[in-house]
Each structure stands twice: as C-alpha cells, then as structure tokens.
C-alpha cells in the first residue's frame, strides 16, 4: 500500500501539462466481494451500448447539421466548445469556482466542458446543464488531489 506522499510523489512525476490533456481521471476503488458476487440490477452491455452508440449518432447529427468536419465532442474546436457548451448562468458559476478552486488551466476548463457536452448527449439532453458539468468536473481527481 502507497502512503498519500508516496502517490503524490509518484504523481508529480507526470506533468500538468500532459495530465491536462487526458480527459477522465478518476481513483477507482477496489470492489467488495459481495459487491462482485451480488445481483444488484444494473444496466446490462446492450442496454450501454445503445446509449452510447445514440450519443455518437446525435454527435454526428449535430456537425453534420452545422457543416462541422469533425464528427465527435472530442474533436470540437474552442470555437465549437463556445458554440456547442452553452451554459446558464448557474453551470457557468459553478465552472468559474471549480477553475478557482482547482487551478484548472484553459484545457482543463475545454476538456470539461467536452466531457459535459457528452454526458449530456448520453442522456439525450440538447441543453449542457448544472449536472452534466458536476459530473465533468467530477472526473477531474487528479487536478482535485494532487494539483490543487
């Protein structure tokens, strides 16, 4: 087991840079084993699967709709983030305390906002909202453990 100074250690050897450009970054917890065996109803492959290939679909919809050449939410210029990641004036406040609070650079802030865009398309929402930012930010752990 890793003491906290040994991982941040560790960390501190990737640099911000190259961890700004990776877009999900979360600690993943070791499951219990009644947890592994349990029959807990969860959302089976299929039913994953054609959430995301929907999501993948409304995205190629969406640039193709606007004349874009890019045909996924990764791809998205800054440009496209603006045109494409509105937000209102709550998700906007909560992505200004989460650049505060986290130190998030410019591709950090982007990266978020992408992921969000995203998130929202999985669920099958038009409009970026509080929650799909929340859950963005969320998947920022190494800018919130270590960096911050």
């Not at 050897?13 to 450009?21: A, V």
């Not at 099958?124 to 919130?144: K, P, W």
Request: hydrophobic share 40%; charged share 30%; aromatic share 6%.
């Amino acid at each position: 087991m890793c003491t906290p100074p040994m991982i941040q250690r560790y960390v501190a050897k990737i640099s911000g840079p190259l961890l700004d450009r990776i877009d999900i970054h979360i600690e993943v917890p070791a499951v219990k084993y009644k947890e592994l065996r349990g029959s807990a109803a969860s959302e089976g492959s299929a039913e994953i699967r054609a959430r995301v290939l929907a999501a993948r679909d409304r995205q190629r919809r969406r640039f193709r709709k606007a004349g874009e050449k890019i045909y996924s939410n990764a791809q998205m210029s800054t440009r496209q983030i603006r045109a494409y990641c509105e937000l209102d004036a709550a998700a906007e406040s909560l992505l200004e305390r989460a650049m505060q609070q986290q130190g998030l650079t410019a591709r950090g802030h982007d990266r978020i906002l992408k992921v969000a865009r995203t998130i929202a398309d999985l669920e099958g929402a038009e409009h970026l909202g509080v929650s799909h930012l929340a859950e963005a930010i969320q998947y920022r752990t190494l800018d919130r453990s270590y960096w911050a």
